[in-house]
């Protein structure tokens, strides 16, 4: 491992510097991976494309922008003293509270001196003769690393569909992962809404109280369940704290690596009216422990069609129109695409200022200057919002020209689909980590967990190196090919695997299509890192 530069660790270092690690990103995957780096004593220099930290929570300010995983689950758990002195206010907290939190993290751990903001990196090459990363930033910079991590986040390229027309809009035209730092208000507007994922099902009821006319254009409808949104219930905050150890424990042994309770008998078992009350119970909760009603609701379809039909049932009881009600009701898969959780979505359409355009028969035609045409005709908007998601999980590597051992593009090697060992690294790209990259359980789970451990895995390995006199890692291919076989196995075994998803990359046209994230599981995840480790580093090659 080579000297830390001293002399350029520090943010104002310019063209030329060394550094044991640079880490791409500084969301939370990269800010703690900052920190763990600097307590083993390496130089590590972060490049942020944004102004600030907080990756997702930086970009996606559109309004009702909230995490989805309970706030006392979705934070750090590196620091017992950050746990105990972080206060959440509401169950699932809202973006500017999470941005603040993320703001509060690099401030106690001072990790602003050690990150370079507004700065892309645009190019990696693994330098055959030097064993090191020649990394080229998008303002000209030129740096050298030992080791990179690619931090760059699993939902974090916006996905902008190449709609005709789309520059001759005469109006405003906003993305909800690329939302403007000053406030939005619709108020008086005509709003289009194109998308009806996550983020859309979020910002939908808030932006229909602002405007005049919000129409939103639909290709796909999404289940959903009720997100019982509140003030942080303070007794439960301090049960938590009180052994917050305890928690976490017990999300570790969940597939999802998220503390829901999980029956794991067959919702086929139970009579019609067992059913209803548990899944009536687990209505009257919120939130992914819907998911846990049974065993079988993701392996077999009869079964999950009991959960399908019982959410369908809920948007039927909520929308005054029945012709509304049917549009907005989903029928694929229950819990194939990723799953929503809502706060007053369906409800909205019941309001006199909303309408509900089918786009699936007949998709968006163009952009206009005035709006938009569907089939023919013609809808006029002051605004229209993309709330059109991401190139998930790969786009934003592959947004970078990385080349590997011998000039080997990323790009070249993943033409058919990501490859990965454990989704953490790449055969034929040494002394490259990924953070939750593709192979790994990442978007299926808790995400923060999942950052943690992949930092804690990659800071041991950098441990291990340097206590062993290695200076370079790599993949073996065969382990990589090994896994990936595994990845796509795990994957065909869930009925997750089967609809037109970001997971499978159908958002995006002409991306192939493979089951991205790793199936298995949070807890058999777990293990096979842990047993890679314990054999020695197990598939890869260490020099
Ligand atoms: P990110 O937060 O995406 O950060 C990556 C950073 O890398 C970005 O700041 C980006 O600018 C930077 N970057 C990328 N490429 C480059 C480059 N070439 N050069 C320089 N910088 C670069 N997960 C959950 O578990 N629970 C939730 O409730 C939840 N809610 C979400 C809500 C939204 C709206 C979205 C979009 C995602 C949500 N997620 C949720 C997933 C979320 O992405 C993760 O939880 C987590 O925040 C990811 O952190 P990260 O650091 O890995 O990536
Ligand atoms: P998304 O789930 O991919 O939704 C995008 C929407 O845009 C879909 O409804 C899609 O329709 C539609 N769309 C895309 N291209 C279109 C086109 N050409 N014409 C018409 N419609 C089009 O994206 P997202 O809502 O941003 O969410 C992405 C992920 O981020 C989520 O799944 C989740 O993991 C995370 N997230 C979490 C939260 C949270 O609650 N904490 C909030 C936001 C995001 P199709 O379905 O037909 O493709």
């Given at each position: 491992?080579?000297?830390?530069?001293?002399?350029a660790?520090?943010a104002?270092?310019?063209?030329?510097?060394?550094f044991d690690?640079?880490?791409?990103?500084?969301?939370?995957?990269?800010?703690?991976?900052?920190h763990?780096?600097?307590?083993?004593?390496?130089?590590?220099?972060?490049?942020?494309?944004?102004?600030g930290?907080?990756?997702t929570?930086?970009?996606?300010r559109y309004?009702?922008?909230?995490?989805?995983v309970?706030s006392m689950?979705?934070?750090?758990q590196?620091?017992?003293?950050?746990?105990?002195?972080?206060e959440?206010?509401?169950?699932?907290?809202p973006?500017?509270e999470?941005?603040t939190y993320?703001n509060?993290?690099?401030?106690?751990?001072?990790?602003?001196?050690?990150?370079q903001f507004?700065?892309t990196v645009a190019?990696?090459?693994?330098n055959?003769?030097?064993?090191r990363?020649?990394?080229?930033?998008g303002?000209?910079?030129?740096w050298?690393?030992?080791?990179?991590?690619?931090?760059?986040g699993?939902?974090?390229?916006?996905n902008?569909?190449?709609?005709?027309?789309?520059?001759?809009?005469?109006?405003?035209?906003?993305?909800?992962?690329?939302?403007p730092?000053?406030?939005?208000?619709?108020t008086?507007?005509?709003?289009?809404?194109i998308?009806?994922?996550?983020?859309?099902?979020?910002?939908?009821?808030?932006?229909?109280e602002?405007?005049?006319?919000l129409?939103?254009?639909?290709?796909?409808?999404?289940?959903?369940?009720p997100?019982h949104?509140a003030?942080?219930?303070?007794?439960?905050a301090a049960?938590?704290?009180?052994?917050?150890?305890a928690?976490?424990?017990r999300?570790?042994?969940?597939p999802?690596?998220?503390?829901?309770?999980?029956?794991?008998?067959?919702?086929?078992?139970?009579?019609d009216q067992?059913r209803?009350?548990?899944y009536e119970?687990?209505?009257?909760y919120?939130?992914?422990?819907?998911m846990?009603?049974y065993?079988?609701?993701?392996?077999?379809?009869?079964?999950n069609d009991?959960?399908?039909?019982f959410?369908?049932?809920?948007?039927?009881?909520?929308v005054?129109?029945?012709?509304?009600?049917?549009?907005?009701s989903?029928?694929?898969?229950?819990?194939?695409?990723?799953?929503?959780?809502?706060?007053?979505y369906?409800q909205?359409y019941?309001?006199d200022?909303v309408?509900?355009v089918?786009?699936?028969?007949?998709p968006?035609?163009?952009i206009?200057?005035a709006?938009?045409?569907?089939?023919?005709?013609?809808f006029?908007?002051?605004?229209?919002?993309?709330?059109t998601?991401?190139?998930?999980?790969?786009?934003?590597?592959?947004?970078?020209?990385i080349?590997?051992?011998?000039?080997?593009?990323?790009?070249?090697?993943w033409a058919e689909?990501?490859?990965?060992?454990?989704?953490?690294?790449?055969?034929g790209?040494?002394?490259?980590?990924?953070?939750?990259?593709?192979g790994?359980?990442?978007?299926?789970?808790?995400m923060?967990?999942?950052?943690?451990?992949?930092?804690?895995?990659?800071?041991d390995?950098?441990?291990?190196?340097?206590?062993?006199?290695?200076?370079r890692?790599?993949?073996?291919?065969?382990?990589e090919e090994?896994?990936?076989?595994?990845?796509?196995?795990t994957a065909?075994?869930?009925?997750?695997?089967?609809?037109s998803?970001?997971y499978?990359?159908?958002?995006i046209?002409?991306?192939?299509r493979?089951?991205?994230?790793?199936?298995?599981?949070?807890?058999?995840?777990?293990e096979k890192?842990?047993?890679v480790?314990?054999?020695?580093?197990?598939?890869?090659?260490?020099?």
């Open positions: 491992m080579s000297e830390v530069n001293a002399g660790a520090h104002g270092a310019k063209v030329g510097s060394d690690l640079v880490i791409v990103g500084a969301g939370f995957a990269g800010m703690y991976m900052l763990r780096a600097r307590g083993q004593g390496l130089s590590a220099r972060v490049f942020e494309a944004g102004s930290v907080g990756g929570w930086y970009w996606n309004p009702g922008a909230r995490c989805d309970e689950q979705y934070s750090y590196f620091s017992e003293e950050l746990s105990q002195e972080w959440w206010s509401e169950r699932y907290s973006q500017p999470i941005l993320a509060h993290v690099a401030d106690r751990f001072d990790l602003r001196s050690d990150i507004d700065t190019a990696a090459h693994f055959d003769d030097t064993g990363w020649d990394i080229e930033t303002d000209g910079g030129q050298s690393a030992q080791f990179v991590v690619m931090a760059t699993c939902l974090s390229s916006a902008m569909p190449k709609f005709e027309g789309l520059d001759s809009f005469r109006g405003d035209t906003y993305h909800t992962g690329h939302w730092h000053e406030d939005v208000d619709f008086g507007k005509r709003v289009g809404v998308g009806t994922g996550s983020s859309a099902i979020q910002s939908i009821p808030i932006m229909a602002q405007a005049t006319q129409t939103v254009f639909q290709r796909t409808p999404n289940y959903m369940v997100a949104n003030p942080m219930d303070q007794a439960y049960e938590v704290k009180s052994d917050y150890g928690l976490r424990e999300a570790r042994v969940r999802g690596g998220i503390d829901i309770e999980i029956d794991l008998a067959p919702a086929l078992e139970a009579s067992e209803r009350q548990r119970e687990k209505w009257a919120g939130g992914f422990g819907f846990g009603a065993g079988d609701l993701m392996l077999n379809e009869e079964a009991t959960a399908a039909e959410v369908r049932g809920k948007i039927r009881d909520v005054d129109d029945p012709a509304v009600a049917d549009l907005l989903p029928h694929n898969t229950f819990g194939c695409k990723r799953l929503c959780v809502d706060s007053n369906w909205t019941n309001r200022n309408s509900l089918d786009v699936s028969e007949k968006i035609e163009r206009t200057s709006g938009l045409s569907v089939d023919g005709q013609e006029e908007f002051d605004a229209i919002v993309f709330a998601g991401f190139d998930a999980m790969t786009g934003t590597l592959l947004r970078i020209d080349q590997g051992i011998g000039g080997q593009k990323l790009a070249d090697k689909g990501p490859k990965t060992y454990l989704g953490l690294s790449i055969a790209f040494p002394n490259m980590f990924t953070v939750t990259g593709p790994s359980p990442s978007v299926l789970t808790n923060l967990p999942s950052i943690e451990q992949h930092v804690d895995w990659i800071s390995c950098l441990d291990y190196m340097r206590r062993n006199g290695h200076a890692i790599t993949s073996e291919s065969q382990a090994d896994w990936v076989e595994h990845v796509r196995d065909g075994l869930s009925l997750r695997s089967e609809c998803s970001w499978v990359g159908a958002n046209p002409g991306k192939p493979v089951f991205m994230p790793y199936m298995g599981g949070y807890p058999a995840y777990l890192c842990a047993e480790v314990e054999n020695g580093y197990q598939g890869f090659a260490l020099s």
